[in-house]
């Protein structure tokens, strides 16, 4: 009898995973279609990195609350403000037959990105039953902590980031720039899929201080290598340039700091 009922659990669990599995895959293929449909305010999506206004604002609100002498923030003004010009590049399709393979990345990348709040929260409603009560009581600010992180990192990458790195590209010839569109799609989308990974550090911080890997005071003291590390990632994700390293290794060391701050919560609710 005991056998059965564990038989009738396992059963019950792959049911919900399999009904789990299809609202995703619903979900990602009804936002491709959607992608496919609307092609022209994707497509303004798109070229948007390649204009300047949303720079220009960036760097005003920047230089209004910090100025623009003595302070990091105000030599990310200015390396903003050097990228406002419209970027000399023009998107091109190579064939007709590369044409058809860019209408389906748009497609489908859109689709990707529109579906994701949906298939993580299947994901998570799936593990959720699975937690013990006090983990439940966490559950729920932990989903939306992640998301608004990722969302954070990837809103951070599409105006600020990107727009930077497109710039120092187009410049690095005095040729004309003809950019293959789905190579640009590919790499433009990775690099803010990137960013929203990076920016799940002060999490994967809060997690390791959890289990037991390392606390707080292990963070803090190691804020130097710390430092290094992330000095030689945005070095080496970034293009070769002091503004666009800094552009990214900013963010993740106040990032650090925070999950040194979120490590130091952990601990004192793990005592409580």
Known sequence: MESKDVAMSFWEHLE???RRIIISLVALGVFTLLGLSFLKPIQYVLELPLQSPVMN??????????????STLGFLAIALRSGTSRIEAELIVMGAFQGIMAYLTIGITAGVLLSLPIILYQIWMFVFPALNRSEQRLAVPLFFTIIFFFVLGAVFAYFIVVPVILQFAAGLFEFKNLWDLKTYITSVTQLILGFGVAFELPIVMAFLARIGVIDSQGFRGKQRYALLGICVISALLTPADPGSMLLM????????QLGIFFAFLVEQEAET
């Not at 604002?57 to 003595?70: D, P, Q, Y």
């Not at 290794?249 to 650090?256: E, G, N, Q, S």
């Open 16 to 18: 919900e995973l399999r």
């Open 249 to 256: 290794a900013i963010p993740l060391f106040i990032l650090y």
């Open 57 to 70: 604002i960036v760097a005003n609100a920047i230089e209004t609350r910090a100025g623009t002498e003595g």
